[in-house]
């Protein structure tokens, strides 16, 4: 304790305090470094982000150490500089090597482009997501799931062709590239539940989907909290997509067009209502409206 205080008190107390402030300013190199110090620890994070800050910061202590070496004439100033130069500029040059071995199959490289990269997904992210997936081809007329047989085991996402969905033999609506094949389904069953498919989807062309295995993508969504909530947003807004496509096949009556969205359609399409009944339910909400 005794060594620590005598420490201090050489270094606070008997330093020699500045009588003389020096009048002029530092050269324009020094003014120079300070701001780009001050830029670059403005950056983000991710790997951009880091290219940002090791980028300015770089280039501050190139300045402190051109200053150094110019006007204070200091040796250890500029060996201190010149190094955290050097390290910064390593790191620059790891880092965008990272960012440049990062490369992808075609259809990864059109999802990205096409749905991730507009919602700000970063390219460490989506290869997170790429290696837990596979990418599968599907021919034309084969199926990717019959209903009522089914499991559903997986989620997929097409990429190229399209997939018709059927059920009990009629037509329900198209999944065209970058929408979810069975995004209902799996927003429909938890974690621990099993279940098989309710429609048939049925390639109407050569189609290419990623896919995902439910207990592999539910590990990765547990582990990475920004990807769980990514793929929260795009369910959801696929099943509304969907639910949109289903809104205009609804007719009541003769060229009648029902409106899914409005409150009482769940409860007036019960099993236990008749058509005539809907059909003169939905006459007379016409009338009240024309009134």
């Not at 005794?2 to 009048?23: A, M, Y």
């Not at 500029?78 to 965008?96: M, Q």
């Not at 769980?228 to 003769?254: C, E, M, P, Q, T």
């Not at 236990?272 to 007379?284: A, C, G, I, V, W």
């Amino acid at each position: 304790m005794e060594g620590n205080s005598s420490l201090w008190k050489n270094l606070i107390d008997e330093h020699p305090v500045c009588t003389i402030w020096k009048q002029e300013a530092e050269g324009a190199i020094y003014h120079l470094a300070s701001i780009l110090f001050v830029v670059g620890f403005m950056g983000g994070s991710g790997f951009f982000g880091l290219l940002y800050v090791f980028s300015l910061l770089g280039l501050g202590f190139l300045c402190s150490a051109i200053w150094a070496w110019v006007d204070v004439c200091a040796a250890d100033i500029f060996s201190w500089n010149f190094i955290l130069f050097v390290i910064c500029f390593i790191r620059f040059v790891h880092i965008a090597y990272q960012v440049h071995s990062i490369t992808f199959a075609r259809e990864f490289q059109l999802l990205y482009s096409s749905l991730f990269q507009p919602l700000g997904t970063s390219l460490p992210d989506f290869r997170t997501i790429a290696m837990s997936s596979e990418v599968v081809t599907l021919e034309k007329e084969h199926c990717y799931a019959m209903q009522g047989k089914t499991s559903i085991d997986k989620l997929s996402l097409l990429v190229s062709g399209r997939i018709r969905v059927t059920v009990d033999g009629e037509f329900l609506h198209y999944i065209f590239p970058f929408q979810f094949l069975d995004s209902p389904e799996w927003d429909s069953l938890k974690p621990t539940e099993e279940g098989t498919f309710q429609v048939t989807l049925t390639a109407e062309t050569d189609c290419r989907y990623v896919s995902w295995r439910r207990k592999k993508l539910y590990l990765l969504l547990a582990q990475h909290r920004y990807i769980s909530r990514l793929f929260s947003v795009l369910i959801g807004s696929d099943i509304a997509d969907k639910l949109y496509a289903l809104n205009d096949r609804v007719y009541i009556g003769k060229r009648y067009h029902y409106d899914i969205r409005l409150p009482n359609f769940l409860q007036m399409s019960s099993p236990e209502m008749s058509k005539s009944s809907l059909t003169e339910h939905f006459q007379n909400s016409r009338r009240y409206c024309d009134k």
